[in-house]
């Protein structure tokens, strides 16, 4: 069963830097790619990062390009891997829930991926 659980989020202050973790199990972890949406109310749900743990390429969206750094740390034993997103220079628009995803397939794939973990908040005050 695969399992995505985020943490990390909280309170911070605008210009101010958070790290999202989301400790990933239950699929092999070179075959898939895994990424970070963001939702907020009366929003669109916008995927924000994504790796893509076959070709090593990565994906921004360009409101978060060179604040937000996606990256990966691998159990020896596969059993769970984390991925990373360091957010920088935090803004208020930041501000949502994030959440973890992944799948079988590129980050071409993004808005499809079917799993999900539950979201950890990120509120970011002026």
């Known amino acids: 069963e695969v399992q995505l659980v985020e943490s990390g989020g909280g309170l911070v202050q605008a210009g101010g830097s958070l790290r999202l973790s989301c400790a990933a199990s239950?699929?092999?972890?070179?075959?898939?790619?895994i990424g970070w949406f963001r939702q907020t109310p009366g929003k669109e749900r916008e995927g924000v990062s994504c790796l893509n743990m076959i070709d090593g390429s990565i994906y921004y969206a360009d409101s978060v390009k060179g604040r937000f750094t996606i990256s990966s740390a691998n159990a020896e034993n596969n059993a769970e891997n984390t991925v990373f997103l360091q957010m920088n220079s935090l803004e208020p628009e930041d501000t949502a829930v994030y959440y973890c995803t992944a799948d079988y397939s590129d980050c071409g794939d993004l808005q499809a991926f079917r799993f999900w973990g539950r979201g950890t908040q990120v509120t970011v005050s002026s």
């Open positions: 239950g699929f092999t972890w070179h075959e898939n790619s």
